[in-house]
């Protein structure tokens, strides 16, 4: 089992930053894969933001540009820092951890807001 301590969100203006952190812990196999997903009610859950070994980033086209995501392999943690906000970017952001067996674990949601 692997259990994911999410931190950060909140409430932004558009333009603002807000920065998303993400622990891992428990059952954690080499060859993970960690990220950030978001959801809006209604809508499908879709990728934000992923990064696994080899320096490996997959970053949604709408945030390009303004994301980033880092990890810190030693700490198995995630980063997702997200500057120049848009309202369009007010989601229930997720993390989420694939291990190396292809198993997906999701941690409890952290909600960002971004007012115009």
């Known amino acids: 089992q692997v259990r994911l301590v999410e931190s950060g969100g909140g409430l932004e203006q558009a333009g603002g930053s807000l920065r998303l952190s993400c622990a891992a812990s428990?059952?954690?196999?080499?060859?993970?894969?960690m990220g950030w997903y978001r959801q809006v009610p209604g809508n499908q859950r879709e990728l934000v933001a992923v990064?696994?070994?080899?320096?490996?980033?997959n970053y949604a086209e709408s945030v390009k540009g303004r994301f980033t995501i880092s990890r810190d392999y030693a700490k198995n943690t995630v980063v997702l820092q997200m500057n120049s906000l848009k309202p369009e970017d007010t989601a229930v952001y997720y993390c989420n951890y694939r291990n190396s067996d292809g198993r997906d674990y999701w941690g409890q949601g952290t909600q960002v807001t971004v007012s115009s």
């Open positions: 428990g059952r954690l196999f080499i060859g993970n894969r």
């Open positions: 990064a696994a070994a080899g320096n490996m980033r």
